[in-house]
């Protein structure tokens, strides 16, 4: 009878232990996280975006396999923790450019300070009185659909003489870009020049330029693109393979755009509302659309990034005297608000905003706003302090 | 350690032929001798106390243990579903080559026999109770555990966290030192020193992008080349009350990096020193066992680094274990149930940020609930149940984890 009893207190067992997923963690709500692909990606697409996720989330860079020796990160996702923006810990700084044009400190290790370096490695610093610009790392979520907005649909957008007399002058970054980088759909060139559109200054032309660049200078990382060794300056053997590369760019293509958060919330409808009185809207544009795109879930669609993605005079509190390609030290490009709300989950809690994260709260952020913003941010000032956190509640709802 | 990586063919030949001369010696004089635990033991002897077949005239002892189970994880709602596992098959031999000459080994099949690895092969000189010389592929005496792990020990399918991935166990180097023991009343002390190759820069630049001691595994020639080139000491003392329960004091430090090369300096010199303390005991009430174990780690990193690898780590792990039933069942005399559970804890990265002040996080924190089933205390059937929670380094919301357990290990 005993016995009888071990054998049914087994089975029941059994059955419990094959319910596994009753006992597990649930998985966290899609509006909850930055990462996950874009929607209707084909399964060979998706098996890219695998392959580009693991390459960016988990390759991480040592001594023996090309580490440095003089770098800021370790790997792409020491700085992008989660997809999300990056924290102080791995800010870096760039140096040598103070008006637009050419940096001259190139020879003495600019544009990017490598400021760690391996053991047995000095690393670098800062020329005395070299401009510069401290940096945290953007979000990277999105980054496709954004690439995917024609030219021509920013020059729209620009109005660099300030034609309509708002105040606001934004223009797009007419910049040089590397010969390994393809046109775009309906690209549109001057003077040799084209309309960069990544990074806190625009300068980067694409996800190409971004990515290769960001692995030469973060991690000392040389490609077939981007060959020369950040600390001798040499000519070396490409580090990770130009298909990695393109696997990673794939993957930041079709990473999906933030998805916003309690839309139906009457607090967050009158802050969106109060957002555009205000005219936060424009600079943060809410709604940009892509024109074609080789990958057919970013062709021709509607999306909500609140940017421009032109530059703008954001005034001397934000004028750090650096600047990059054809930028003035006081222009940045408006970066885009989704998925702000939640930076704090990948800024280990705490808010660190702005190009540097000197702003530890969204308001902190708005009031550091100046020259074409200056008017947008008196109106915010003038807001009873409900609507105030109306539109704090709107920004952090993306 | 790994040693190499051999063919499955080599593998299964080598593992075949060692079972077949043990199978015709038992044929030939099939007495077992049976070791079991004795109160007069250290985790230090954990290596002697094991259970073994031996034979008349054939001055050779042969024992080994083999682990499998199953297992279903969940990270953050997502799984790869069931998988079988056969973790590891172990093979551990020894010889009397004379009056107070011993030889001892353990061999390691992991991986269906990818990997094969000696943990152990040591020549024992008994001079005196308190004085007895060990060298060759020594078990450096860090913890209770790296000396102490044989699965059918352990009522978890998984090994402690501090002990494997933070101290590196089943850590073992070739090297040389003494150990020995004495006895008074209820009273047993014990000591062992080593002096062995040391650990190399991999602990400190890995694809774990943390400080790890265990990378140290991956490098090549390890039981030939001493990375640094400077010996690392490890030693340990233990103390046990029969009534009370032990507990150890160990140590193991050394400089790690390649300082020079082809005698020109190529790096400052660089330490990692390590502090364990373990403890075990049964209340005599109860039956209730408690056996734990906690680490420190320091590791001198040049300021220049990047804080992704710290410089000072610590852990602990602790097992209760509760035996609620003992009967005879089937024909097993003596079979128990347990009830078990297992506190795991490392912070692999402890201090603050340079730039903001702010904690580094980096820290993994794991509860395991679990039943046991013991026919033999030589055989355990378990289920265990982790829960775990690991953060990153910045402290970013814990990413969750589940993982259910079922398996076996058992001597044979």
């Known amino acids: 009878m005993r016995m009888k009893s071990y054998l049914f207190g087994s089975l029941f067992l059994l059955p419990l232990f094959f319910s596994c997923e009753v006992f597990a963690p649930q998985e966290p709500e899609e509006y909850e996280l930055l990462d996950g692909p874009v929607e209707d990606l084909t399964m060979a697409e998706a098996k890219r975006f695998i392959k580009g996720d693991v390459a960016f989330n988990d390759q991480i860079f040592t001594a023996e396999t090309g580490l440095g020796p003089i770098f800021t990160g370790t790997s792409c996702v020491s700085c992008h923790a989660g997809d999300g923006k990056g924290h102080p810990f791995v800010k870096f700084t760039r140096f040598g450019q103070e008006f637009p044009g050419v940096n001259e400190y190139l020879k003495q290790g600019g544009p990017q300070l490598q400021n760690r370096a391996i053991p047995g490695y000095e690393p670098e610093t800062l020329p005395p009185g070299a401009p510069h610009t401290d940096l945290i790392a953007p979000i990277v979520t999105g980054l496709g659909f954004l690439d995917a907005v024609r030219d021509q649909d920013l020059l729209d957008m620009s109005d660099p003489d300030d034609l309509d007399g708002d105040g606001i002058s934004g223009r797009v970054h007419w910049n040089t870009r590397p010969d390994y980088v393809k046109d775009r759909p309906e690209t549109i060139s001057k003077d040799g020049k ?193 609507q105030k956190d109306q539109v704090l509640k709107f920004i952090e709802s993306l | 350690m790994k040693i190499s990586t051999l063919n499955s063919l080599k593998t299964h030949l080598l593992i075949l032929g060692i079972l077949c001369i043990g199978s015709v010696f038992a044929q030939e004089d099939s007495t077992k001798k049976v070791k079991e635990n004795d109160e007069q033991e250290l985790n230090m002897d954990a290596v002697f106390n094991r259970p073994t077949l031996s034979f008349d ?17 969940t990270e953050e709602g997502i799984t790869d579903g069931l998988s079988f596992q056969a973790r590891r098959l172990t093979i551990f031999m020894a010889a009397s080559i004379s009056d107070r000459i011993k030889f001892l080994t353990e061999i390691e099949f992991e991986d269906g026999g990818k990997e094969v690895a000696i943990e152990f092969a ?90 790890y001691l265990p990378a140290h595994k991956d490098g090549d020639n390890l039981f030939e080349d001493n990375f640094s080139g400077k010996a690392m000491f ?78 000072k780590q610590r852990g602990l792990f602790m097992d209760i274990v509760q035996p609620i039933y003992k009967s005879k069942i089937f024909e097993w005399e003596d079979a128990t149930f347990n009830v078990a559970a297992r506190f795991d804890y490392v912070d692999w990265n402890v201090g603050r940020f340079k730039e903001t002040g702010t904690k580094i996080g980096d820290q993994m924190l794991a509860v395991t609930p679990g039943i046991s089933f013991r026919p033999t205390p030589k055989t355990v059937f378990r289920i265990n149940y982790r829960y775990e929670w690991n953060t990153d380094i910045l402290n970013n919301p814990a990413e969750r984890a589940a993982t259910w357990y079922m398996g076996f290990s058992s001597y044979f």
């Open chain 2, 122 to 211: 040591a020549l024992d000189v008994a001079f005196h109770p308190l004085f007895n010389f060990r060298g060759g592929i020594v078990m450096n005496p860090i913890g209770a555990f790296n000396e102490n792990h044989d699965g059918p020990k352990w009522e978890f399918v998984e090994r402690p966290d501090v002990a494997v991935n933070m101290l590196a166990a089943t850590l073992s180097n070739a090297g040389f030192g003494m150990y020995g023991k004495t006895y008074s009343g209820n009273w047993i002390f014990g000591y062992e020193a080593y002096l062995t190759n040391g650990f190399s820069s991999r602990i400190i630049s890995n694809e774990e992008d943390k400080t």
């Open chain 1, 194 to 386: 084209y309309i960069t559109r990544f990074g806190k200054k625009g300068k980067m032309y694409d996800l190409l330029h971004q990515t290769a660049d960001a692995y030469n200078q973060d991690i000392g990382i040389t490609s077939y693109f981007e060959p020369y060794d950040t600390y001798s300056g040499d000519k070396l053997q490409s580090e990770i393979d130009r298909q990695t590369i393109s696997d990673v760019v794939f993957y930041l293509k079709t990473l999906k755009a933030p998805i916003p958060r309690d839309q139906d919330d009457p607090d967050v409808m009158t802050g969106k509302a109060l957002f555009g009185d205000i005219q936060c809207a424009s600079c943060h544009k809410p709604t940009l659309s892509t024109g074609y795109s080789p990958i057919e879930a970013l062709s021709y669609k509607e999306f909500h990034p609140y940017t421009d993605l032109l530059l703008h005079d954001m005034g001397p509190e934000l004028d750090d005297g650096y600047t990059e390609g054809y930028a003035y030290s006081y222009e940045w490009k408006t970066p885009p608000l989704w998925g702000i709300g939640l930076a704090k989950d990948s800024q280990g809690g705490d808010y660190y905003l702005l190009h540097d994260g000197r702003a530890r709260s969204i308001e902190e952020a708005i009031l550091y706003h100046g020259g074409e913003a200056v008017n947008s941010k008196n109106l915010y000032r003038g807001l009873s302090q409900t």
């Open chain 2, 234 to 311: 490890s030693g340990k003392l233990a103390i046990k009350n029969r009534k009370i329960g032990e507990i150890g004091i160990s140590y193991m430090g050394g400089t790690y990096n390649k300082f020079e090369d082809d005698g020109e300096a190529v790096e400052d010199q660089a330490r990692v020193d390590v502090f364990a303390l373990d403890w075990n005991t049964t209340i005599k009430s109860t039956g209730t066992y408690i056996v734990g174990e906690a680490a420190w780690i320091w590791a001198e990193t040049p300021d220049t680094y990047t804080q992704q690898y710290g410089n």
């Open chain 2, 57 to 73: 005239k054939v001055p050779v002892t042969l024992g080994g243990y083999l682990e499998a189970n199953t297992m279903h994880r």
